[in-house]
């Protein structure tokens, strides 16, 4: 029983982070992706390197530059 509702708080994860895409949101899957950061690196998964650009692309579409090049020098370039 317990088991079932892991299973719905995944899903309900999922559907936050997708309707946020749908909005242009990428926060809700970077604050996934630092929830599971462990599991990503174990997996070596590239989600946190791909979510990153697209972040910078919304602030700069939002004409938020000079948020836009403090979040590249912190989290791009390190990549």
Partial sequence: MSQ???DIDV???ARKVIEAFQNK???PALA???ENKSRLKKSKSKLEF???PQEFIELVRAENNL???TYA???LAPW
């Fill in 25 to 27: 949101e990428v926060g």
């Fill in 50 to 52: 791909q979510l990153r």
């Fill in 32 to 34: 996934w992706c630092a």
């Fill in 11 to 13: 899903f309900q994860e």
């Fill in 73 to 75: 020098q912190k989290y």
């Fill in 4 to 6: 079932d509702l892991a």
């Fill in 67 to 69: 948020r836009a090049i």
